[in-house]
C-alpha cells in the first residue's frame, strides 16, 4: 500500500520547523527523476520549482504564507502556465508558449503553492488511456503493463507515484475520474461553472471541467477550496459563493 504523504502532514512539519519547502520540492524532484520511465511528465520545473520553494520558506519563516504554503502541484499540459511551453501532448503545439496562465493555476499560485512541471496526456485530451500521446504513453505504477486511464493520465500518475501533493487535470467525460479510479487515488470533476475554464485549451467547451487528483479527500478539499468560484474571464463560471469544502471533513477546521 502507497504511503505518500498528503499535503496536511507536510503543513505540519514545515510549521514545526521539521522540513522546508526547499527540501520538500528537492525530494519531489528526486522521484520525478526516478521514475521517468512512467513517462508522466512532459516538462519538469528543476531549478524555477526550487526558487520558488525558498520564495515561499521566506513566508512562513514570516508568517505571510498563504493557504497552501509548501503544496507541490503537477498541472495537465492543457492547462496554461505564463512563460512555459503548452504542448497538449502534441507535436503540433510542442514550441508553442503561453501568454497568460490559466486561472486555477493562478490561484494555486497565489496561495503559495508550488508548481513542479506539466504532465502528460492524450493529445488534446482525446483518448480515455493516455497511450495517445505524441510524446509517448504514460504507465500505470500500481502495474506497468496496465493504462492508467486518461486522458489526465500524466496528472494522476504523478499523484499515485509520488511524485507531487496534488495535480489538476480535466474531466470533459471521466477524464479525471477513471485514472483516479485506475491508479487507486482520488479525483473529482466540479460541477459546471464551479471553476473558472480561463486559460485551458478545450476539447468541448460545454463539457469541460478543471479538478484535482490527490492522495486524501482533504487534499482535494483544500485545492477545490482554493480554485473554485467566479472568474471575470469566464463568462460560464458560477456567480453564486465557495462554500466551506474543508470544515465539512470530519477533524478539518473551516478555512
Given at each position: 500500500m502507497r504511503t505518500h504523504p498528503t499535503y496536511d502532514t507536510t503543513r505540519k512539519?514545515?510549521?514545526?520547523g521539521a522540513t522546508t519547502c526547499e527540501d520538500v520540492t528537492q525530494n519531489y524532484l528526486n522521484v520525478i527523476e526516478e521514475k521517468r520511465r512512467l513517462n508522466a511528465f512532459?516538462?519538469?520545473f528543476n531549478e524555477k520549482s526550487l526558487e520558488r520553494?525558498?520564495?515561499v520558506d521566506k513566508k512562513l519563516a514570516a508568517g505571510k504564507a498563504g493557504r497552501l504554503a509548501g503544496m507541490v502541484v503537477a498541472i495537465k499540459d492543457v492547462l496554461c502556465l505564463k512563460d512555459t511551453s503548452t504542448t497538449c501532448a502534441s507535436r503540433i503545439l510542442e514550441d508553442f508558449v503561453s501568454l497568460h496562465s490559466a486561472t486555477a493555476v493562478e490561484r494555486l499560485i497565489a496561495e503559495d503553492a508550488i508548481v513542479i512541471g506539466k504532465t502528460n496526456m492524450d493529445e488534446f485530451a482525446m483518448g480515455s488511456s493516455t497511450e495517445n500521446s505524441a510524446f509517448g504513453p504514460v504507465l500505470n505504477p500500481?502495474?506497468?503493463?496496465?493504462?492508467?486511464g486518461g486522458s489526465s493520465g500524466g496528472s494522476c500518475v504523478a499523484v499515485a507515484a509520488g511524485m507531487a501533493h496534488t495535480s489538476l487535470g480535466t474531466d470533459t467525460g471521466g477524464s479525471i475520474r477513471q485514472p483516479a479510479s485506475f491508479c487507486g487515488i482520488v479525483g473529482m470533476k466540479p460541477t459546471y461553472g464551479r471553476v473558472s475554464r480561463y486559460g485551458l485549451v478545450a476539447l468541448s467547451s460545454s463539457f469541460d471541467q478543471i479538478g484535482p487528483f490527490a492522495n486524501s479527500v482533504a487534499d482535494v478539499a483544500r485545492v477545490l477550496q482554493v480554485i473554485a468560484g467566479h472568474d471575470e474571464h469566464d463568462s460560464t463560471s458560477a456567480v453564486v459563493p465557495v462554500p466551506h469544502y474543508c470544515s465539512a471533513l470530519t477533524g478539518m477546521s473551516k478555512e
Open positions: 512539519n514545515l510549521d514545526a512532459l516538462s519538469v520553494a525558498r520564495a500500481v502495474d506497468e503493463t496496465r493504462v492508467p
